[in-house]
């Protein structure tokens, strides 16, 4: 059924000409419509504008059959895309939460068989049913929170069947909802216990059995690397991603989230997608990524979850680099999906004008996930995800606001999900 929506305060990410992404100055340009309309039909944007403009179709015939929303007092802005979560887990890690607050480390944690590896030891022994069922949860709960897109990795399954597992889990999440979703192997996001002392046969593991397989069975868009310290070398990365390449895999990256890894230039090197964390990235890092198709995507609240440096988005933007912000999702160092809230964190941890936080979870956002030609702004042709807002003075109240819930409605490929 057609949707019309009125009498709407602002329509935000409005573009006449769409751009696939937003970099340096421009991100601080953000197109929005006072007192306007906007119209879908076929799950597309099909039309939009001021009110006083709107086509006398739309207000006089066709009312039996189209849905009417009246948006007085509120913003309608394209969904949030999400570019980088680990939102397929199996049980949480609260008590590395109460670790950290003792005083342990992150490394310190891992070292002790937590982090990542505590990760996989539950999904092995959890059932695809059950971490189908426990993953629904939170997309059905990201879904409320207005995103209508979003990239999720395997990467805590460390062996053959339980990575195929969790990028199977990830292949239903995309058949049974209305989100657009992308699907990132992420084999190389630790060494398991058993390779502690060989992790030149994991990593043979990795090239020779699990890339040709999840290949073969079309389960993965992108592969990753989760290349730092402690963890992934640049000459191993190089293996990997050559191997992923080879199958058609592009390129995205785990970077400078732990030390200077060099993971940076390597995902440039190979045209990656994006370049992800970056918490600990500087002018040669910024030097690398200017010129290049790769998207910097930067992660605030793992960052302040951890209680890391913040990423230099500043620096990013004053040099002319486009910048996107994710969630990154997971149960160890970021267990929260709100894109509103990493949002408001661009403004008030990397000091993002709020129209540069509002590009960055949206065009830019789509861009780290391939996908901003259809999704990520308001215009003509695009996917018609987005949410509309509880009436606020403004859109700068938005991330302002960040403690409050102001998503009142979702509506997705055109639609509106049901609550679960």
């Known amino acids: 059924m057609p949707v ?21 100055s421009e991100m601080a340009i953000l197109n929005s419509i006072p007192e306007a309309y ?38 309608v802005f394209p969904s949030f895309c999400d570019p980088h979560t680990h939102i397929v887990y199996a049980g949480s890690r609260e008590q590395e939460f109460a670790d950290r607050i003792k005083g342990l480390s992150y490394e310190e944690i891992a070292r002790r068989g937590g982090g990542i590896l505590n990760s996989a030891k539950k999904l092995h022994e959890t059932s695809e049913d059950e971490l189908y069922n426990q993953s629904i949860i939170r997309i059905n709960e990201i879904i409320g929170m207005g995103t209508g897109a979003v990239e999720i990795k395997s990467g805590y399954g460390l062996n053959t069947e339980d990575e195929l597992k969790m990028l199977r889990v990830i292949r239903r999440i995309k058949q049974s909802t209305l989100l657009e979703v992308k699907s990132t192997f992420l084999g190389a996001h630790a060494v398991p216990e058993l390779f502690r002392n060989d992790r030149v046969k994991y990593i043979d593991l990795i090239i020779n059995e699990m890339i040709p397989v999840i290949a073969s069975e079309e389960l993965a868009d992108y592969i990753d690397v989760f290349c730092d310290d402690g963890f992934f070398t640049v000459d191993e990365t190089e293996r990997i991603l050559m191997a992923g390449l080879k199958y058609g895999l592009t390129p995205k990256l785990h970077a400078n989230e732990i030390g200077n890894s060099g993971g940076v230039q390597v995902g440039v090197k190979y045209n990656a997608l994006s370049v992800d964390h970056l918490e600990r990235s500087g002018a040669d890092e910024i030097k690398a990524l200017l010129n290049s198709e790769t998207m910097p995507t930067l992660l605030p609240g793992s960052a302040l979850f951890l209680g890391l440096p913040d990423p230099p988005a500043r620096k990013m933007i004053y040099a002319g680099l486009p910048v996107a912000l994710a969630s990154d ?16 964190l661009g403004c008030i941890r990397l000091n993002m004008l709020p129209e540069e936080a509002i590009n960055a979870v949206t065009v830019n956002s789509a861009y780290a996930m391939g996908i901003s030609d259809t999704h990520g702004s308001i215009a003509k042709g695009k996917v018609a995800n987005l949410f509309i807002t509880k009436e606020m003075p403004s859109y700068n109240f938005f991330p302002y606001a960040y403690g409050s819930n102001l998503v009142e409605k979702v509506i997705l490929k055109g639609k509106c999900p049901q609550p679960p």
């Open 4 to 24: 019309l929506i009125k009498n709407i305060k602002g329509l935000i990410g409005t573009e006449n000409e769409p751009k696939l992404k937003k970099s340096g």
């Open 329 to 344: 999702y997971n149960p160890g160092s970021s267990p929260s999906g709100n894109m509103k809230l990493v949002m408001s």
């Open 38 to 75: 906007l119209y879908i039909k076929d799950e597309k944007i099909s039309g939009f504008g001021r009110m006083s403009e709107m086509p006398e179709f739309l207000s006089q015939s066709h009312f039996y059959d189209t849905e009417i929303i009246d948006a007085s007092g509120k913003f």
